[in-house]
C-alpha cells in the first residue's frame, strides 16, 4: 500500500482518463515484477558470492557443469510472465486504438509551433482543448506547415494525464481518442521534437461539465475566413459549392464523372486493383489531396487534385460535410 503510493506519486502524474487505470496497472505488474526478479537475483549472487568465495589456494571449483532442469526451469516460468505482459498490453493497446462509435470529433492542428482545435461548431481554440467530462473524445490530427514556403514537420500529441499519445504528421490524418474523468486542466506536450520552438509547445486540455461545453467552445473564434457564421460542415458544403466539386459529384446518390458522395463515409470502398478500403476522415483527405493514390473501381483518373488550393480549414470543412451526407 505505501509502496504503491510512493511509486504512484514518483513515477506517474494523475489519473484523469478512462485509460489511466488500466495503462499504470499494467505499468506497476511489469514495474514489481522486475523489483522482485531484481532483488531475487543480485540477492543470490551476492550471497552465493559470498558464500563460495575462494578462501585459500586449496580450494578446488565444483566439478558440476550445468543442470538442465534449472536452466529450463527459469528459461520457461518467466516466458509466461511475458506472455501476460504481450496479453494485457495488446487489450490496452486495442481499446486505445479503436474509439467508440458515440465520440465527438475535434480536429487537431499541429503547426510551428502550438496546436490549433477546430470543434464542429466551427470555433477554434489556440494551445487549449476544451472537452466535456465524460463523454468520448475523438481527436483528428495532421500537422500543417506555417507559411507555404515552408515545410511541415512531425509532432506529437502527448497528454500524460490521460495516457495518450500519437504522433501527428503532414499530409494526412490520424486518430487518437481518449475520455476525461476529471475536471480540470491538464498538460499537452508535443513529444515529437520540431524544431526551436517544440520546448514551447505546451497547449492545456481543459475538462468542463458537459452542460457547459458548447458554451465554453463558442468563445473561441471562429474559423471562417471570410467572417461567416456557421458550423464546420456549413463551412465544409460552402467550399463544396466553391471549389467546384458539384461539378462531377451529386451528394443525392446520381452517378456523374465521379461518384456520388452520400453514404460514402463509413463504407467499404472497392478499389481499382487492390483490396478494398475503409472510407475513414484519412481516406477522404487523401481522396481530395491525392485522388491518384486510390481509384474508386469503374471511375476515370480525372479528378484534378486540390493540394496547394485548398487550406486545411476548407480540407477539414469537406471532410465533415461528406460525413454528414447520407
Ligand atoms: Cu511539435
Known sequence: ???????????????????AK???ALFYFIYWTMVIFFVAIVGTMIYFAVKYKKRSDDDRTSPLEGNTKLELAWSILPSFLLIVMFAWGFKGYMSMLIPPANATDV?????????????????VGNNEL????GQPIRLIMSSEQTSPDDMAVLHSFYVPAFRIKRDVLPYRYTVLWFEATELGSFDIFCTEYCGT????????????????????????????DDGSMGTLAEFGEMTFGRAGCPACHSVEGQRLTGPALNGVFGREEAIEGGAPVMVDEDYLRESIMEPQAKIVNGYPRTMPTYAGQLSP??????????????
Do not use: C
Open 1 to 19: 500500500m505505501l509502496s504503491t503510493l510512493i511509486a504512484k506519486t514518483f513515477w506517474l502524474p494523475e489519473q484523469a482518463s478512462t485509460f
Open 22 to 24: 488500466s495503462h499504470d
Open 107 to 123: 480536429h487537431v492542428t499541429g503547426y510551428k509551433w502550438g496546436w490549433n482545435f477546430t470543434y464542429h461548431t466551427g470555433d
Open 130 to 133: 476544451i472537452v466535456p467530462l
Open 197 to 224: 520552438g517544440h520546448s514551447n509547445m505546451i497547449g492545456k486540455v481543459i475538462v468542463v461539465p458537459p452542460e457547459d461545453w458548447e458554451a465554453a467552445i463558442s468563445s473561441g473564434r471562429d474559423f471562417v
Open 313 to 326: 480549414d476548407q480540407i477539414m470543412g469537406l471532410v465533415e460535410y461528406i460525413k454528414t451526407l447520407q
